[in-house]
């Protein structure tokens, strides 16, 4: 378990050291799949990330510096254990066009207040939905 942590945060390290190197216009992410429970501060500074695949990780709480990133419009959390989410500030995302949170366990209150505060596509499963197996 030890040594699959230590590739996941390798290949983490690389992969937003490639973004910021990078300098693209069209900025994503692709850290799918990688046993992520957390992401590095050093996310806060793509400050023109347009996309980051977060999904199939190991999230339980929304990675709240992703709300600071000012050009971000694609989220996908799919397939993580997120519960709670901080609507307001998805909401106030200038940039944000569609966030995907399938196959969470998503608190009742998430899916009650969502909706009418966003004005961007948020994708759910249907409460109690499970991910389909790899």
Do not use: C, W, Y
Not at 23 to 51: C, I, M
Not at 57 to 67: A, G, I
């Amino acid at each position: 378990m030890l040594r699959k942590m230590g590739e996941a945060v390798a290949t983490v390290a690389r992969k937003v050291n490639e973004t910021v190197e990078s300098g693209s216009d069209t900025l994503e992410l692709r850290l799918e799949g990688n046993f992520l429970h957390r992401l590095p501060n050093e996310v806060s500074t793509l400050q023109h990330l347009k996309a980051i695949d977060l999904s199939r990780n190991q999230f339980h709480d929304f990675p709240e510096q992703l709300t600071t990133l000012p050009e971000l419009e694609t989220i996908n959390l799919e397939e993580n254990e997120i519960v709670d989410v901080p609507v307001e500030k998805l909401a106030a995302m200038p940039a944000l066009r569609s966030i995907n949170l399938r196959f969470n366990p998503l608190s009742a209150e998430v899916r009650v207040i969502a909706p009418p505060l966003i004005k961007f596509d948020m994708l759910m499963s249907p409460e109690g939905a499970r991910a389909p197996p790899p």
